[in-house]
């Protein structure tokens, strides 16, 4: 039983379902997008429960605090109790990107826009992109 009770980082982020496969896991471990107190840890690295990692997953980042160790893949219930999600809340809300902005429509016929018509739009976009001053 003293295997069972060693967890590598790869297989631990795989079984809490932060990645979809292992291979993922460990490329990620090897990318440097997962550290332990801001170092670059290796995906063979040993999990403890108590210790905290910073995960980036494409623009999404989770801080997570290893809570009870997990062997095996379960299903999503089960392993949001493997863990705790110390993410500050401003960084799991929507992110701003071009993909959300506001779809900005004239009406058919109405001709193009004036010098106003186009500072409002232009207004609309910046203050949905924080870019106002």
């Excluded at 590598?8 to 471990?29: G, P, V």
């Excluded at 910073?54 to 160790?69: A, D």
């Excluded at 089960?78 to 900005?104: I, N, R």
Aim: glycine residues 8%; hydrophobic residues 30%; contains cysteine.
């Amino acid at each position: 039983m003293a295997e069972q009770e060693k967890l590598r980082i790869d297989k631990y982020l795989w079984a809490i379902r932060i990645f979809k496969t292992r291979s993922l896991a460990t490329e990620a471990c090897k990318a440097g997008r997962v550290k332990l107190n801001g170092q670059n840890i290796k995906p063979s690295a040993i999990v403890k429960v108590g210790e905290v990692y910073q995960v980036s997953k494409g623009i999404e980042k989770k801080i997570i605090e290893v809570v009870e160790l997990s062997y095996n893949r379960t299903d999503s219930p089960t392993a949001l109790t493997k863990y705790k999600d110390l993410t500050p809340p401003e960084e799991t809300q929507g992110f701003k990107s071009m993909f959300h902005a506001p779809v900005l429509k004239r009406d058919r016929g109405s001709g193009r826009p004036t010098k106003k018509d186009r500072r409002e739009t232009d207004g609309l976009i910046e203050g949905f992109f924080g870019d106002e001053e």
